[in-house]
């Protein structure tokens, strides 16, 4: 665990030198949002649709900057390295935390401006909240194990998205759905097959990832 | 010579069903001459099921002893699981134009069919997008187990969360259709012919896989 914890260090310290995949995700979802906000309008929509809205954002800026860590150990040739120094899983472990992180950044910032551009009123915030923990979990540790798989292909930019879009489906769907609940003042019980399906995916999927990680990444 | 006797035990056994499921199983009460495309989508969506978890089974074995022609098995069933799939998917959209008047609505059976074969159209793009053998067959062989662990939330999440009018997919326990025992003849043939044709379809493939190796060694 703890060369998991000094993996995360190196990648949050190689990232803010940089800040590729922080701009990158940051401004994807501002564009996005300055889109959908300029297209529809603040008062036209109902919690149907902006729950389903907001999650299509946060979807899709994941999708533009989780791939792109572990595409950059491929492209500086960092990789091996990293093989020599520490075991697969603490190298996934570590790598989905800054995943993990990086998509709280943005939920941060997207999420109180979706509400206040958008209009959309949050009857239940510790739904809402909980989902979206849950949610990211799920997202983060999906998108860190396609990105493993992704980086070891040869077309890395779409292939992504493709990947990643059906395995996440699950995800997304009920988020919109616990989402739309706490904003049309559902009590908790009503969310709750929602919260379930959300926590138990995060932990299948991240289950899986470690588990099947070693094979990608010692191939 | 036990299997070609087999092949042409299972051409009169298809010809059987076909004709059995149009001329010999009598309509279901209340329901139209459309219900017996039931003895055509039951049976694909079901191989199409099967066709999967043989994919990630091969691919399981891949993962654990590296032998390249478990891969190709493993792209093998995928292939046949993706043509049922797309067959289970077009007589169950005929079925529902019939009985709920549109082709296409939604409905949660049909989201997790067409995720199905989203997921495996993403796993031959995944395929097409590596060119080295053996790193094509590992990753293409963790992204199929790691497709297969998530389906079994399309079949339970999701259908609990949107209300279906699919009846219920485990046969006959409280099914729409009630079946008499001509129509569970039929029912149960075509099931079992759908079956062996789905076998005999993958020890073709998997013949030809091993004819492809020799020669590839042989001219090595």
Do not use: C
């Not at chain 1, 979706?114 to 915030?125: C, H, L, R, S, T």
């Not at chain 1, 709750?192 to 990832?209: H, K, P, R, Y």
């Amino acid at each position: 665990m703890y060369k998991a914890w000094l993996v995360f260090r190196k990648d949050v310290q190689q990232e803010f030198k940089t800040r590729y995949a922080l701009n990158a995700i940051f401004l994807f979802a501002i564009v996005t949002l300055t889109a959908v906000s300029f297209s529809i309008g603040a008062f036209s929509a109902g919690p149907e649709i902006l729950s389903a809205l907001l999650w299509i954002i946060l979807f899709f800026s994941s999708m533009s900057g989780l791939a792109h860590i572990f595409v950059r150990e491929e492209e500086t040739h960092t990789a091996d390295t990293l093989k020599l120094v520490t075991t697969s899983s603490s190298v996934f472990i570590g790598k989905l935390l800054f995943n993990i992180m990086l998509l709280f950044m943005v939920e941060l910032l997207v999420v109180p401006l979706f509400m206040g551009v958008m209009n959309f009123v949050i009857y239940d915030a510790f739904v809402f909240v909980l989902s979206l923990v849950f949610g990211t979990f799920g997202l983060a540790g999906g998108g860190t194990i396609v990105a493993a798989i992704i980086s070891k292909s040869n077309t890395k930019g779409a292939l992504f998205t493709v990947l990643a879009f059906p395995i996440l489906l699950p995800v997304i769907v009920s988020g919109i759905s616990a989402a739309k609940k706490a904003a049309t003042n559902a009590p908790l019980v009503l969310a709750s097959s929602e919260l379930q399906a959300l926590f138990a995916f995060a932990v299948v999927i991240i289950t899986a990832g470690i588990l099947l990680f070693d094979f990608i990444w010692n191939e | 010579m036990f299997l070609k006797s087999l092949k042409i035990i299972l051409f009169f056994l298809l010809a059987a069903v076909i004709y059995g499921a149009f001329l010999y199983a009598p309509l279901a009460k209340g329901l139209g001459e459309y219900t017996r495309v039931l003895y055509f989508h039951v049976p694909t969506a079901w191989i199409t099921v099967t066709a999967f978890a043989v994919g990630a089974l091969f691919s399981g074995i891949y993962l654990k002893n590296k032998e390249l022609k478990y891969d190709l098995w493993a792209e093998a069933a995928n292939q046949l699981g993706l043509l049922f799939g797309v067959l289970a998917t077009v007589t169950g959209s005929i079925w529902a134009k019939m009985s709920w008047g549109s082709f296409w609505n939604w409905d949660p059976r049909e989201t997790s069919i067409f995720i199905l074969l989203l997921i495996y159209a993403a796993y031959f793009a995944l395929r097409s997008a590596v060119e080295q053998a053996d790193r094509r067959a590992a990753l293409s062989a963790v992204y199929d187990l790691l497709a297969f662990v998530t389906v079994p939330f399309f079949v339970f999440v999701v259908p609990r969360i949107y209300s279906s009018l699919h009846p219920d997919p485990i046969v006959n326990t409280q099914g729409k259709i009630h079946m008499n025992g001509k129509m569970l003849l039929v029912f149960l043939s075509s099931l079992s012919a759908y079956t062996a044709v789905f076998f005999w379809m993958l020890k073709q493939r998997i013949d030809l896989i091993g004819i492809q190796l020799k020669i590839k060694q042989l001219e090595n």
